[in-house]
């Protein structure tokens, strides 16, 4: 059962033991290839296996990363894998804001509650288990901030050098502030992500760095199990939708790897259509499906979503791929329409970061020109916790976000300190007592 490493374009093989995150040939992304033919006509056997699982309390199993390990990294020792751990997150049914987003049916699967706050964590602990296997002794990823939070927590956690490169303005404080106090070698640099990944990949060669940006193609694996979970989480029912957010794109490529591979061996027996939602600052997969696919073009991206205000995603081959694996669909939303839906989702007690509000955005947008229908079953993800941009979610309440006048504001009442003060202002916020 050895997985392998192959080139998606030119399907060039390479051992899991080569440190490469591109196809010498061709260039082309990799992908993670396991012995699927092995679960071929045995689904039952493998679903019996990861239920089996649940509520694990021993490594590695108790991961809701490693609980599918056939999946994710089937021939990896046990004792190499670097966990948390990760996962088991939770899957909200929310009956109000399905009302507000126009269908019957919307869960809202909540990838914040991963240990440092995001859906990253379920790519590091793939990403560093493989740098751990490799040897490697440093580790590095160019950052908007969540992927330099769960960097640093993980490569702490496993002892291994964590670098970390920034731009050196608009990033949140909440995720800055992750990646300072786990004890990584915090870069700031004045470029945009995007030159600081290529900066991160230029100096990698030469310092014996192992990248764990999302091109890392170990990150994906773990990534692939948000999916695989929330579809153990309906038992095993598929849904008609599967909505995200799309920055780098590597959610979106790696919720249809997962599909796909699902459906190869049987898991499910029908694949979900997968919505990708852009900000409309920082839309270029948006774009080019505008155009068909014909190519990516960069843009400068711009947006108060700062987790995926990302011009130029290195996984734009993986996430076209996983569109029309899945007869997918890519919408933009604005940043307005964002933070309107983040407040909606805030306002329930489940809470999340701006990037999240794109999924729920996504799927009132997408019911209102007719393409996801009301009957239909949603799951959105939501990618982070609310306390990563602390920021933006006050500068909304406060009517301080430029160009966004919140119609869900949540004021915050000064009083005197007197009791009669508080009584005038409870007056009009709460329900009397019954008699």
Known sequence: MASILQCMDCGRQYPTNTVIYNCETCSGLLDVKHDLDHWTRRADELRATFDQRLGSLDAPYNSGVWRYKELVYPDVDPSRIVSRPEGSTNLYHTPRLASWAGVETLYLKHEG????????????????????????????????????????????????????????KDVALGKLAQAVAYGATCIRIDADFDRNLELVRQISETLGIYVLNSVNPFRLEGQKTIMIEALQQLRWQTPDWIV??????????????????????????????????????????????????????????????????????????????????????????????????????????????????????????????????????????????????????????????????????????????TAESIRAILGGEITAPQA
């Open 113 to 168: 509650e991963n240990p440092t706050g995001s859906f990253k964590d379920r790519g590091m602990t793939g990403g560093l288990t493989q740098a751990r296997v490799l040897g490697m002794n440093n580790v590095a990823c160019a950052s908007t901030g969540n992927t330099s939070a769960s960097l640093a927590a993980y490569a702490a956690w496993a002892g291994i050098c964590g670098i970390v490169l920034f731009q050196n």
């Open 244 to 417: 995200c957010p799309g920055g780098n794109l590597g959610n979106s490529s790696a919720f249809g790897k997962a599909l796909h591979e699902l459906h190869e061996i049987g898991v499910i027996d029908r694949i979900p259509r997968l919505a990708v939602i852009q900000a409309e600052g920082a839309n270029p997969l948006y774009q080019s499906y505008q155009r068909g696919f014909d190519r990516l073009e960069p843009v400068h991206a711009e947006t108060v979503a700062t987790a995926i205000k990302i011009g130029s995603p290195v996984n734009y081959p993986k996430a076209v791929r996983a569109i029309k694996w899945t007869n997918g669909v890519v919408e933009q939303v604005s940043d307005f329409e964002i933070m309107e839906a983040k407040a909606l989702i805030d306002a329930q007690g489940i809470g999340c970061e701006p990037a999240s509000g794109c999924t729920m955005a996504g799927v009132r947008k997408l019911v209102n020109s007719g393409v996801i229908k009301p009957h239909e079953t949603v799951v959105g993800v939501l990618t982070g916790h609310i306390l990563k941009d602390p920021d933006a979610t006050i500068g909304y309440h406060r009517d301080e976000l430029r160009g966004i006048h919140g119609t869900f504001r949540n004021l915050v009442h000064d009083a005197e300190p």
